[in-house]
């Protein structure tokens, strides 16, 4: 929680610590909790910049949430709201955001969602 609050509290001034920064919440979360949260905060803030940094925090996020309480919620914070309607390009175009997509649509996997 530290590591996240430091994130927030210091985002303009952290960029040259975020290999430090993402390795620490990979290493303490356990639940992903905190990474998912990350990524959607980066995302937020500037997600060109911490980009390289946002796909590592999601990475961990989706290794950790086994119990899908936390990667559901990237889906649309990082993808845009219209994710379901571009899902078919997405899972194509980003490991990420086809992992996500299996576990959180296991009966969609192979299909696109309807609309």
Same mark, same amino acid.
């Given at each position: 929680?530290?590591?996240?609050?430091?994130?927030?509290?210091?985002?303009?001034?952290?960029?040259?610590?975020?290999?430090?920064?993402?390795?620490?919440? /990979? !290493?303490?979360?356990?639940?992903?909790?905190?990474? %998912?949260?990350?990524?959607?905060?980066?995302?937020? /803030?500037?997600?060109?910049?911490?980009?390289?940094?946002?796909?590592?925090?999601?990475?961990?996020?989706?290794?950790?949430?086994?119990? !899908?309480?936390?990667?559901?919620?990237?889906?649309? %914070?990082?993808?845009?709201?219209?994710?379901?309607?571009?899902?078919?390009?997405?899972?194509?175009?980003?490991?990420?955001?086809? !992992?996500?997509?299996? !576990?959180?649509?296991?009966?969609?996997?192979? /299909?696109?969602?309807?609309?």
């Amino acid at each position: 929680m530290s590591t996240y609050d430091y994130l927030v509290n210091h985002v303009p001034d952290c960029i040259g610590d975020m290999d430090y920064i993402t390795d620490n919440l /990979v !290493r303490v979360d356990s639940t992903g909790q905190f990474l %998912a949260s990350s990524a959607r905060f980066l995302s937020s /803030v500037d997600a060109e910049s911490f980009s390289p940094w946002i796909c590592r925090l999601i990475e961990g996020a989706i290794e950790k949430d086994r119990e !899908r309480r936390y990667i559901g919620s990237l889906l649309e %914070a990082i993808w845009g709201p219209d994710y379901a309607q571009n899902a078919e390009k997405l899972k194509k175009e980003d490991d990420n955001f086809r !992992r996500i997509y299996k !576990r959180i649509y296991p009966q969609l996997a192979g /299909v696109a969602v309807p609309i």
